[in-house]
C-alpha cells in the first residue's frame, strides 16, 4: 500500500461516510466508558440494546456503584463475559470516584490503569469523547487493512503501526471508524458486497477476482 493510495481511500470514504463515529449509545463520558468495555467481544448492537435500559434506570457513578458487582452482571446478562465485565466496570467506576473526580482520565497511560481497559479501548475513548487522532485496531480493522494490502500483520498494535505510517494526519481521527463501518455494513466478513463497494477498484482482493 503506497501513501497516495491510501489518501485516495479516505477521500472517498470522507465522500461517502457523512458520520464517522462510535455507534456505541451512551449519556455521559463514564457511560461511554462503560459501553466500551462491555463491547469487547460483543457487537455494538447487543451492548446498545443492554445500555439503552440500563443508563435510563441508572445515570450516575454512585447509581452503579450501589448497583454493586452482582446486580450490575444481571442487568447485562445477555452480553459476552458479563461477569469479567461487571466486575471490572465497578472497579474502574470506584477509581473514577476515588482517583479522577468522577471524570474519565484523558491520558492513555490514566485509561490502560483502568481495569478492562486495554490499548483499543484507550484509543476509541480518547478518540470519541477527547478528538485525538487515535487508531483503534478491532476485528473489523484488522479484516480490512489484511484484504487492501495496508498491513499483513495480524497483531493490533502492528496494524496501528502500519496505519500511522500510511494515513494523513487529515485522516487519522477518522480511519478507525470509516474501516469499521465499512467493513459492518459493505465488506462484511461473511459475504462482503464487492459490487457496491465504494473502494473496490482499489481493493486488490476485488481486482484479483475480477
Known sequence: MTKDKMLQICRIFEKNI?????ELKSCSDFSFLMAVVMSAQTTDVQVNKVTS????KYKTIDDFLTLGEEKLAKEISSIGLYKNKAKNIIKLLEILKGKFNGKVPTSR????SLPGVGRKTANVVM?????????????????LCNILGISNSNNPITVEKDLE?????????YISNYLVLHGRYVCKARK??????VINRLCPKFIQSN
Do not use: G, M
Not at 457523512?18 to 462510535?22: A, D, H, Y
Not at 435500559?53 to 435510563?56: E, R, S
Not at 500510511?166 to 487519522?172: F, W
Open 165 to 173: 505510517k500510511l494515513v494523513p494526519d487529515k485522516y487519522k481521527k
Open 18 to 22: 457523512e458520520e464517522p463515529k462510535s
Open 192 to 197: 462482503p458486497n464487492c459490487e457496491i463497494c
Open 109 to 112: 497511560e490514566d485509561l490502560e
Open 127 to 143: 478518540n470519541e469523547l477527547f478528538n485525538q487522532p487515535t487508531i483503534a485496531v478491532d476485528t473489523h480493522v484488522l479484516r
Open 53 to 56: 435500559k440500563l443508563f435510563q
